[in-house]
């Protein structure tokens, strides 16, 4: 049982930050808190895909992380199962980049608001709204 868990003791911090994030995005009111539950789960499905993207391979009986994928036959061989993916990691990094502009908006569009309505509570700026 032990040994599960700490094979996937990432997956498990994974959920972890997923729910902190999304109890962050529904169960608060103050709009930098829903912001900052955002940051987290992004994070969280961030930590998802590049977990998923490393292999291990066993040799000898034991097992071993992937290799970067430069093909080098006098150190690991050919065998493409020997090497990490690189495509996950792109994509990600891409995303993280996508990531930090949608939270630079954001942190824009809250600065616009509590000028407007002098809070950043939601409630209080959706009584305001009705008026």
């Known amino acids: 049982?032990?040994?599960?868990?700490?094979?996937?003791?990432v997956y498990f911090m994974t959920v972890a930050l997923l729910v902190i994030g999304l109890y962050g995005m529904l169960g608060k009111r103050s709009l930098v808190k829903k912001l900052i539950g955002m940051i987290i789960f992004q994070t969280a499905v961030f930590l998802f895909f590049i977990e998923g993207a490393t292999k291990f391979f066993i040799e000898n009986g034991e097992k071993l992380r992937a290799s970067v994928p430069v093909i080098d036959p006098d150190k690991i061989g050919i065998?493409?199962?020997?090497?990490?993916?690189?495509?996950?990691?792109?994509?990600?990094?891409?995303?993280?980049?996508?990531?930090?502009?949608?939270?630079?908006?954001?942190?824009?569009?809250?600065?616009?608001?509590?000028?407007?309505?002098?809070?950043?509570?939601?409630?209080?700026?959706?009584?305001?709204?009705?008026?």
């Open 1 to 9: 049982m032990l040994e599960a868990f700490t094979d996937r003791y």
């Open 79 to 131: 065998d493409p199962a020997l090497y990490v993916n690189p495509l996950p990691h792109v994509l990600i990094l891409t995303a993280i980049v996508v990531s930090v502009a949608t939270t630079g908006v954001a942190l824009a569009l809250l600065l616009t608001i509590h000028r407007r309505y002098h809070s950043l509570d939601e409630k209080v700026i959706l009584e305001q709204m009705r008026q």
